[in-house]
Antibody
Framework: QVQLVESGGGVVQPGTSLRLSCAAS????????MHWVRQAPGKGLEWLAY?????YYADSVKGRFTTSRDNSRNTLYLQMNSLRVEDTAVYYC???????????WGQGTLVTVSS | QSALTQPPSASGSPGQSVTISCTGT?????????VSWYQHHPVKAPKLIIY???KRPSGVPDRFSGSKSGNTASLTVSGLQAEDEADYYC??????????FGGGTKLTVL
């Protein structure tokens, strides 16, 4: 069965960096695009990035966050730089199904940016 | 681009029907049939319940249905059950290689 497991979250200070991972199993990872989505405390879902044949980013993270993948390890990454307090959220990865929806999601990993 | 607009809350008694709206613009919801809906129980992974406006993934009960008129998409949950109590999010292709989500609607089963 399809499984997506995020990891790498934690408590970090503003201005620092963090890399999240999303380990995929149960499907041919290289055949699918993937999304990163986050949910800040008490807020709704916010799309961050798409990683596939091309990479796309939300304006809110463009230039600070970078998505990448290692198909040999079936793993998706999100490199987050210059973190801000407002980046505090649960970060999810999801599997893309064209056009522009996700059929499987991970349980998320919590990132807290605080001094 | 701004998030899509959803009512913050909705409610209904068991067995009743509830409709949740999702309003965007002609550049997103109104411009493409790429609207999807997700059910999200706290501390669980979001679950896809509707894609491409009105299509249901296998395993999703036919009590869940989707539609669209102009710039507004709707999710209807018929025959409400206790386990339907959750947060519901709409999503739409934003038109410029981006994805938009609604603010979410908390559905309460009375």
């Amino acid at each position: 069965q399809v499984q997506l497991v995020e990891s790498g979250g934690g408590v970090v200070q503003p201005g620092t960096s963090l890399r999240l991972s999303c380990a995929a199993s149960g499907f041919t990872f290289s055949n699918y695009g993937m999304h990163w989505v986050r949910q800040a405390p008490g807020k709704g879902l916010e799309w961050l990035a798409y990683d596939g044949n091309n990479k796309y980013y939300a304006d809110s993270v463009k230039g600070r966050f970078t998505t990448s993948r290692d198909n040999s390890r079936n793993t998706l990454y999100l490199q987050m730089n210059s973190l801000r307090v407002e980046d505090t959220a649960v970060y999810y990865c999801s599997r893309d199904r064209h056009p522009w929806y996700s059929d499987y999601w991970g349980q998320g990993t919590l990132v807290t940016v605080s001094s | 681009q701004s998030a899509l607009t959803q009512p913050p809350s909705a409610s209904g008694s068991p067995g009743q029907s509830v409709t949740i709206s999702c309003t965007g613009t002609s550049s997103d919801v109104g411009g493409y049939n790429y609207v999807s809906w997700y059910q999200h129980h706290p501390v669980k992974a979001p679950k896809l319940i509707i894609y491409e406006v009105s299509k249901r993934p296998s395993g999703v009960p036919d009590r869940f249905s989707g539609s669209k008129s102009g710039n507004t998409a709707s999710l209807t949950v018929s025959g409400l059950q206790a386990e339907d109590e959750a947060d519901y999010y709409c999503s739409s292709y934003g038109g410029t290689n981006n994805l938009l989500f609604g603010g979410g609607t908390k559905l309460t089963v009375l």
